[in-house]
């Protein structure tokens, strides 16, 4: 009896070491992964969650955090795109890597370089005016300069890419403006609005700002607590004053979504077009 006990003791003994090796090892960015697949609209979901996971990772990784980034985002232009702005705007109060974050708006460039559909060039023109104003603040003037030639010379050719001009600050605005370039600008800083779910009718968002009779404050997310600046949203109403439209064409990032979302609830008197 007693010797059945003892080989029964061991035999639980080597079960629990087995099932101690079979914990799986830590594989990188793979929670961001499936948070990005979790998210409605993928890397264009929750900015806030995404950058949290994120963060998070980047603590885990310690150094071997680049490693492991670069080898992550490989061929994925739209990964470089999204996680150049992590790490130039972390969360959680972690140290901000603009120099990495250029390195990968690089990288994504050069990953499109070569592809001529609609999407990929705008893409190309999000990180050149990305790039341009990133290189300007590390004091990289040339750099910067030749990015916004690129970026101009993209909507010179096709007009119709202002859609994928990105938003960005108002300082940030100031900043591309400022830079030289080679060839004339066809845009205004303000982003072209147009969207293909916009309504056709519209008034033009100067007159309607001072006649709202219910403009709801914002409630931004608390990633964007450090965040400031002007956001502009355009707006399309119907003949009652509600809103039925409503689309963020500048301003920080982080703010755009609880511009959009107040600017849905604003309500306007019922007037015409002829009575603006």
Same mark, same amino acid.
């Given at each position: 009896m007693?010797?059945s006990?003892g080989?029964?003791?061991?035999?639980?003994?080597?079960?629990?070491?087995g099932?101690?090796?079979?914990?799986?090892?830590?594989v990188?960015?793979?929670?961001?992964e499936?948070?990005?697949?979790k998210?409605?609209?993928?890397?264009?979901?929750?900015?806030?969650?995404l950058?949290?996971?994120?963060?998070?990772?980047r603590?885990?990784?310690?150094?071997?955090? +680049?490693? /492991?980034?670069?080898? &992550?985002? @490989?061929?994925?232009?739209e990964?470089?795109?999204?996680? !150049? *702005?992590?790490?130039?705007e972390?969360v959680?109060?972690?140290?901000p890597?603009?120099?990495?974050?250029?390195?990968v708006?690089?990288?994504g460039?050069?990953?499109?370089?070569d592809?001529t559909?609609e999407e990929?060039v705008?893409?190309s023109?999000?990180?050149?005016?990305?790039?341009?104003?990133l290189s300007q603040?590390l004091?990289f003037r040339d750099l910067?300069?030749?990015?916004?030639?690129?970026?101009?010379?993209?909507?010179?050719?096709?007009?119709?890419?202002?859609a994928?001009f990105?938003?960005?600050? +108002?300082? /940030?605005?100031k900043? &591309?403006? @400022?830079l030289?370039?080679?060839?004339k600008?066809?845009? !205004? *800083?303000?982003?072209?609005?147009?969207?293909?779910?916009?309504?056709?009718?519209?008034?033009?968002?100067?007159?309607?700002n001072g006649?709202?009779?219910?403009?709801?404050?914002?409630?931004?997310?608390?990633?964007?607590?450090?965040v400031s600046?002007?956001?502009?949203?355009?707006?399309?109403?119907?003949?009652?004053?509600k809103?039925?439209?409503?689309?963020?064409?500048?301003?920080?990032?982080?703010?755009q979504?609880?511009?959009?979302?107040?600017?849905?609830k604003a309500?306007?008197?019922?007037?015409?077009?002829?009575?603006?």
């Open positions: 007693k010797a006990l080989v029964l003791s061991i035999c639980i003994l080597l079960a629990g070491f099932a101690v090796a079979q914990e799986p090892a830590h990188p960015f793979a929670e961001l499936r948070q990005v697949k998210q409605d609209g993928g890397w264009n979901g929750d900015k806030s969650v950058s949290a996971v994120f963060d998070k990772e603590r885990q990784l310690g150094d071997r955090f +680049e490693f /492991e980034l670069l080898k &992550y985002i @490989a061929g994925d232009a990964k470089h795109y999204w996680i !150049s *702005s992590f790490l130039e972390p959680n109060g972690s140290k890597l603009p120099y990495l974050s250029l390195l708006m690089q990288q460039l050069s990953l499109l370089r592809k559909d990929s705008g893409r023109l999000s990180f050149g005016v990305l790039a341009a104003v603040k004091g910067a300069s030749s990015y916004k030639n690129e970026a101009e010379r993209l909507l010179s050719r096709d007009p119709d890419l202002h994928y990105p938003a960005i600050s +108002e300082g /940030e605005t900043i &591309y403006e @400022a030289p370039s080679r060839v600008s066809v845009r !205004s *800083s303000v982003p072209n609005d147009n969207s293909a779910d916009r309504p056709k009718t519209r008034v033009s968002a100067g007159v309607l006649k709202a009779t219910s403009l709801p404050i914002p409630t931004y997310p608390i990633s964007a607590r450090d600046g002007e956001v502009v949203v355009s707006i399309v109403f119907d003949e009652s004053g809103v039925i439209w409503a689309h963020a064409v500048s301003g920080h990032p982080l703010l979504k609880a511009a959009e979302d107040a600017a849905h309500l306007f008197p019922p007037f015409t077009l002829a009575g603006c």
